[in-house]
């Protein structure tokens, strides 16, 4: 009986053992280990391919020339000036010498842009002031008398007009859409050199200056693009040659700190002075700049702005100062109306005048809301 369960065990022993040889030999393993060879190498292959793909297109990217991105830049600031300069006038102007004096009429010189085809003119007011002549040189080469339609010393702008065929029209851009670094061309007539071209970038936005009258300017663009002698009044035009800007005032004593009137209050300024000859505003007595909101504070007071406008400063005896506005204060409505920048406000005071109305703004994150009139000038 042992020795048949002995042999009964060896056999088994023995059928396992063979069976495992049989599970190594067996050549039907053989299939399944080409598949797993396979499908190891295409898994290693697209890999390989993806990894390539990935090198190559960062590589792509880098395959641009300095000289291609020159280019790039210099067929932009080309296609600007192409398109802007047919526009651009040299202005020349005469004007009286002092009482009693026999001698010459004292002679200066500016820029200016058409941006009507009846041949009205963009220019400074501090150019055509107190002008007796006024002559207008085109971009051909025409030389043609001019008048002065009006001016606004408070913002330096005037419009002039003049009467000749075949005119070109500058296209007028929104400068509320600027971004600070933003690509911009100058053109202008400096020492009398015509079509000047200069470049640089947005370096600033919502600057304030001081025109000749003292009241401030607002909303200023401040840029790095030259400006000289001669540039005034000519056109700050973006890389599609559509204007933003007009050429006002150079900071002598720095380098690159050059300023340009928004064109949105240009165009406000040119309604007016184009059926009045003058412009009358309302007066609040304040400096300004604009300012962004915080969408929180937005939901928070419910209001619509995008932005406001933070007084900086508050004249002595001005209506501001009587109704109460203080440095700080965010203006957020005038008269009902959202003003989200120093154009909003202008727009508004320009049209209402001294109009009586309600004032709301943000003081220490609370909104207020107070009664003002301005005073018209």
């Known amino acids: 009986m042992r020795s048949l369960l002995k042999y009964i065990q060896l056999e088994g022993e023995g059928l396992s053992l063979n069976c495992n040889s049989q599970r190594i030999d067996e050549p039907r393993s053989e299939p399944g280990a080409r598949i797993e060879e396979r499908t190891g190498e295409r898994i290693e292959a697209r890999i390989e391919e993806r990894t390539e793909e990935r090198i190559e297109e960062p590589s792509g990217l880098h395959t641009v020339s300095e000289g291609e991105l020159l280019d790039a830049y210099s067929r932009a600031v080309i296609n600007a000036s192409d398109t802007i300069s047919p526009s651009v006038v040299n ?84 400068s509320q859409k600027l971004r600070v670094g933003q690509l911009v061309i100058a053109i202008g007539n400096p020492y009398g050199f015509q079509s000047t071209v200069t470049a640089g970038v947005v370096s600033a936005l919502g600057r304030s200056m001081r025109a000749q009258t003292g009241r401030l300017i607002d909303n200023v663009i401040q840029t790095d693009a030259a400006l000289n002698p001669g540039n005034s009044g000519g056109p700050l035009v973006d890389s599609s040659g559509r204007v933003i800007g007009v050429n006002t005032a150079v900071i002598l004593p720095a380098q690159g700190i050059c300023l340009a009137v928004p064109i949105n209050t240009a165009k406000s300024v040119a309604v007016s002075l184009m059926k009045h000859g003058y412009v009358r505003r309302g007066w609040l007595g304040i400096g300004v700049q604009n300012i962004p909101i915080n969408r929180r504070v ?25 109704c109460g506005l203080r440095d700080g204060d965010a203006i957020v409505s005038l008269g009902g109306k959202t003003v989200n920048d120093p154009d909003d406000l202008n727009r508004w005071l320009l049209e209402k005048g001294e109009q009586t109305c309600e004032i709301r703004f943000i003081r220490h994150s609370e909104l207020l809301t107070l009664i003002c009139t301005p005073a018209l000038r």
Do not use: C
Not at 298 to 322: C, D, F, M, T, W
């Open 91 to 174: 202005v020349e102007v005469e004007q009286k010498g002092k009482r009693g004096s026999r001698g010459p009429a004292l002679q200066g010189s500016g820029s200016g842009f058409i941006f009507t085809s009846d041949g009205y003119i963009f220019t400074n007011s501090h150019v055509v002031n107190q002008a007796e002549r006024i002559f207008v040189t085109l971009a051909d080469g025409r030389r043609v008398p001019a008048h002065l339609v009006g001016e606004d010393p408070h913002t330096d702008l005037a419009v002039i007009q003049i009467w000749a065929p075949d005119m070109v029209q500058a296209r007028l851009g929104d």
């Open 298 to 322: 937005s939901r928070y007071h419910q209001i619509e702005n995008q932005g406001a406008v933070l007084i900086i400063s508050v004249e002595p005896g001005s209506p501001a100062e009587k």
